[in-house]
């Protein structure tokens, strides 16, 4: 029963890029939440997604976007990178009905030069 | 809006000493969920620990137990018997019904052979 899974593992971008990230939950479950950390902090929830749709958000801005396909794996899109943005990425993914319950990935560490 | 706060943000132990690892949080709410997770060298977020606010019982998992006292809005972590896997960060959370998590910025742990 593989876990939760992020790719890449490691990426750097130029400011103003535009990067995709992406994460498989864990089999079964159908709900995904992205989480920034950085360094030295803990995770910031940016949103979470069911249903194909985003049902919640944290704060942060609309460069922010993200997608749920129907197998419920899903992408995070980041448009305009800042320095700012350089961070780790963390999925998280659990049942709909027991989201307390968050599985994370092991992370996309990004880089923006 | 909750916060989460860990005031302790570097701790040591001896190995196969107990160490206790503080959290407090601010809250309206009465009915939440409060974590401890683990984050080691590998990036993984791991949980250690769940407690129910509704529940008056301390959480315990094998070496891990909690002392969550509601009134003064405090949720500590005991390790006991720590062992050198033990060394990570450790991220205190706070989720309230239906609504994100929301994580302290961590306590870094040592533990020294």
């Known amino acids: 029963d593989a876990g939760v899974t992020q790719s890449p593992t490691h990426l750097i971008k130029t400011r103003g890029q535009q990067v995709t990230l992406r994460c498989s939950p864990k089999?079964?479950?159908?709900?995904v939440s992205w989480y920034q950390q950085a360094l030295g902090q803990g995770p910031q929830f940016i949103f979470q997604?069911?249903?194909?749709?985003?049902?919640q958000r944290g704060n942060f801005p609309d460069r922010f976007s993200g997608h749920q396909f129907p197998n419920y794996s899903s992408e995070l899109n980041v448009n305009a990178l800042l320095l700012g943005d350089s961070a780790l990425y963390l999925c998280?993914?659990?049942?709909?009905?027991?989201?307390?319950?968050?599985?994370f990935g092991p992370g996309t560490r990004l880089t923006v030069t | 809006a909750q916060t989460v706060t860990q005031s302790q943000p570097e701790m040591s132990v001896q190995e196969a000493e107990t160490v206790t690892l503080s959290c407090t949080y601010d809250?309206?709410?009465?009915?939440?969920?409060l974590f401890w997770y683990k984050q080691p060298p590998s990036r993984q977020m791991i949980l250690v620990i769940r407690?129910?606010?509704?529940?008056?019982q301390n959480a315990t998992e094998n070496r891990f137990s909690v002392n969550f006292q509601k009134a003064a809005k405090s949720f500590s972590l005991k390790i006991s018997d720590s062992q050198l896997g033990d060394a990570a960060m450790y991220f205190c959370?706070?989720?309230?019904?239906?609504?994100?998590?929301?994580f302290g910025p961590g306590t870094r742990l040592s533990v020294l052979p």
């Open positions: 998280a993914s659990s049942y709909r009905d027991r989201d307390y319950e968050q599985y």
């Open positions: 089999s079964g479950h159908d709900t």
């Open positions: 997604y069911y249903e194909e749709e985003e049902r």
């Open positions: 809250t309206s709410e009465s009915d939440y969920y």
């Open positions: 407690q129910e606010a509704y529940k008056q």
């Open positions: 959370a706070y989720r309230n019904y239906g609504q994100n998590f929301v």
